[in-house]
């Protein structure tokens, strides 16, 4: 439901600029395992600002009865008069003013991912309080992308007409959009899309993320149908988290686990709600994907908060074999 993408080669004239991230390590059954994350370490005691740059997709998709459009500057029916972009932007995602208080422990008032990033590290952070990665969104100006009738085409998987646009097609579009937009490794380009999946062999994903050589970037798409798949910015949720446990920087293969890459979204995607949890903001209910914690891929549970082995505190075993 949510994808991955390998590249190898660099931008074409990609600037020597490069995200901050900083390197840790645990050790489970006696083997050491390395990974790489965006921010600084929380002992350092500090806080990352990584500048976000989203740009919104209008996406065309042709028919035998003339075009159907999925436009990010629409205003749903439930937004107060916002936009799918602004409706994004002060989601709880970019919005520092919740309160994350889980299994009765204030991890912070901050944004859902840098609390998130907290409470995972909280044996650590608890005596390191300024420990924190922050997202500082700008967005660009909105980009309108035509795929041909074998890329791009609409359909009702859940009830809901949409676009499917083949996700290897539009990935190229973005690699190309990242180079002419002067986007710089230093930072992430989130492509938000409108009721719009992308295909691989099938429907439906609701959201990917990927790097070519150090310049990492994602995709997720807004649903405006409460209880669907990718509902508000849940995909988007589940994306931040990713990359910034697992941002494909450090090396093509990513962070190794005894249980596979450091995908902390995927564990949770197939529970209720698509493993979203209600947060209202602003007179909205966001839905924000739970995201597992370094204890189910391995380490010790005194590296988190109560020992949750996901943020939302859900019960869960370390997974053996990627299961």
């Known amino acids: 439901m949510f994808a991955r993408l390998l590249n190898s080669a660099p931008v074409t004239g990609q600037p020597a600029s490069s995200m901050v991230t900083w390197n840790g390590s645990f050790v489970y059954n006696g083997?050491?395992?390395?990974?790489?994350?965006?921010?600084?370490?929380?002992?350092?005691?500090?806080?990352t600002v990584i500048p976000v740059v989203i740009i919104p997709v209008k996406i065309v998709v042709g028919g035998r009865?003339?075009?159907?459009?999925?436009d990010p500057a629409s205003i749903p029916s439930n937004t107060g008069g916002l936009t799918v972009v602004q409706n994004t932007v002060q989601s709880p995602i970019f919005d520092s003013?919740?309160?994350?208080?889980?299994?009765g422990v204030n991890v912070g008032t901050t944004q859902y991912e840098d609390a998130f990033q907290r409470a995972s590290f909280w044996g650590t952070v608890s005596s390191n309080p300024n420990y924190h990665v922050i997202l500082s969104p700008t967005v660009l100006?909105?980009?309108t992308l035509k795929p041909s009738a074998r890329d791009g085409k609409t359909g009702t998987p859940f009830g809901e007409t949409v676009a499917e646009v083949n996700i290897n097609w539009i990935d190229g579009q973005f690699q190309s959009l990242i180079t002419s937009l002067g986007i710089t490794p230093n930072q992430f380009p989130?492509?938000?899309?409108?009721?719009?999946?992308?295909?691989s062999g099938g429907c439906c994903i609701g959201g990917y993320h990927s790097a070519i050589g150090a310049q990492s970037y994602a995709e997720f798409t807004y649903i405006d149908q409460p209880g669907l798949?990718?509902?508000?910015?849940?995909?988007?949720?589940?994306?931040?988290?990713?990359?910034?446990?697992?941002?494909?920087?450090?090396?093509?293969?990513?962070?190794?686990?005894?249980?596979?890459?450091?995908?902390?979204?995927?564990?949770?995607?197939?529970?209720?709600?698509?493993?979203?949890?209600p947060y209202v903001l602003h007179g909205f209910t966001y839905n924000l994907q739970?995201?597992?914690?370094?204890?189910y891929f391995g380490?010790?549970?005194?590296t988190t908060v109560n020992g949750y082995f996901t943020f939302q505190g859900k019960s869960l075993t370390v997974c053996q074999n990627g299961s």
């Not at 003013?97 to 299994?103: D, E, I, P």
């Not at 989130?190 to 295909?199: A, P």
């Open 31 to 47: 083997t050491t395992y390395n990974f790489n994350m965006i921010g600084t370490a929380p002992s350092t005691n500090s806080t």
């Open 65 to 70: 009865r003339g075009s159907v459009t999925f």
């Open 97 to 103: 003013t919740t309160t994350y208080v889980q299994g």
């Open 141 to 143: 100006s909105e980009v």
């Open 190 to 199: 989130i492509f938000l899309t409108y009721k719009t999946y992308l295909t």
């Open 229 to 277: 798949f990718s509902q508000d910015v849940s995909a988007l949720s589940h994306e931040v988290g990713e990359w910034m446990d697992d941002p494909l920087i450090a090396s093509a293969s990513g962070n190794q686990t005894p249980c596979g890459i450091l995908e902390v979204g995927d564990p949770l995607e197939g529970e209720a709600n698509y493993g979203g949890y």
């Open 290 to 295: 739970d995201l597992a914690t370094l204890p």
């Open 299 to 302: 380490a010790p549970a005194s």
